[in-house]
């Protein structure tokens, strides 16, 4: 089967409807233009796609909204001409970066939450391909065990959306309600992030894709074109977007505890104290009996 573009056309992204009563179009072009200023050097891919969505959302936003974005690109080297021409700005012109800019680059954005799940497919993936310029992020995760992997994947399989969504709240450290939100995403980006900052196996990730989410299991073009994002995702970019995802839920303890956490503590408890276990139920039964025999 042949692969669909990376980056197909964006006619749509003009008239980019407002969404929940809230028009994004301003902040994902402050946020993509961020991110894209951040990073030194782009592919031509990574370009076209900056542009083609940069070019919509210039014109649909307000003059506040652009004169930041015209001062972040006038400051930028390789700044794209189309984009600066679209702006009113001279064409850019070599030269050496500034100690200032190496410092812009922000801590972890909290803000590109909403930002991100409320983008289409196409900026989110603009979005995550410049997230790798964030080398260090707080509380960077280690990888799931076998046994969360395989019991997410059982999960998918069966079809169960609401225990995959509370066995990855406690794999990833998430909130209930943000761990509901990438396993219903209905155009599955969330959960390609997600398995890359687990350390899915791919293959693995495939049959989840295939079967949690019937909206996205039932187009294999889909399914490809997510599979073809988890192979591009950078283990850096997988993992700031859930250092994010982790601050915006107000979560501090580490991330993968096993699935049943709190049965393995009981366990262990109840093993290393069995007699003393025994011994205090029959302190406390027998004061029972004595004020019965006393009736």
Not at 244 to 267: F, K, L, Y
Request: proline share 8%.
């Amino acid at each position: 089967m042949p692969k669909s573009s990376a980056y197909p056309p964006l006619d749509s992204l003009v008239d980019l409807a407002c969404r929940d009563g809230v028009d994004i179009r301003p902040t994902l072009l402050r946020v993509i233009t961020d991110l894209y200023v951040q990073k030194p050097v782009h592919s031509a891919e990574e370009e076209t796609q900056f542009v083609e969505l940069a070019r919509g959302l210039i014109e649909a936003v307000d003059a506040t909204t652009l004169a930041v974005v015209a001062d972040k690109l006038s400051a930028y080297p390789a700044a794209p001409d189309a984009i600066l021409g679209r702006l009113g700005l001279p064409s850019a012109q070599p030269a050496a970066p500034t100690p200032a800019r190496t410092e812009a680059k922000p801590a972890v954005r909290t803000d590109l939450l909403e930002v991100f799940f409320a983008a289409s497919t196409d900026e989110r993936r603009l979005i995550l391909t410049n997230l790798d310029v964030e080398a260090e992020t707080p509380g960077r995760p280690t990888p799931a065990s076998s046994e969360v992997i395989r019991r997410l994947e059982n999960a998918a399989l069966q079809r169960n959306p609401g225990e995959f969504a509370r066995m990855l709240e406690r794999a990833l450290g998430v909130s209930p309600t943000l761990a509901e939100r990438i396993t219903r995403d209905p155009s599955g980006e969330p959960l390609v992030v997600a398995a890359r900052a687990l350390g899915m196996p791919a293959a693995v990730l495939h049959r989840v894709l295939l079967f949690l989410n019937p909206t996205i299991g039932q187009s294999v073009e889909r399914v490809y074109d997510l599979a073809r994002l988890y192979d591009e995702l950078t283990t850096a970019a997988g993992e700031h977007m859930l250092a994010m995802w982790r601050q915006t839920s107000g979560r501090s303890r580490p991330a993968h505890e096993p699935v049943h956490w709190d049965d393995e503590r009981r366990d262990a408890r109840s093993l290393s104290t069995p007699v003393r276990y025994r011994s205090d139920r029959g302190r406390v039964s027998q004061p029972s009996r004595a004020k019965t025999g006393g009736k």
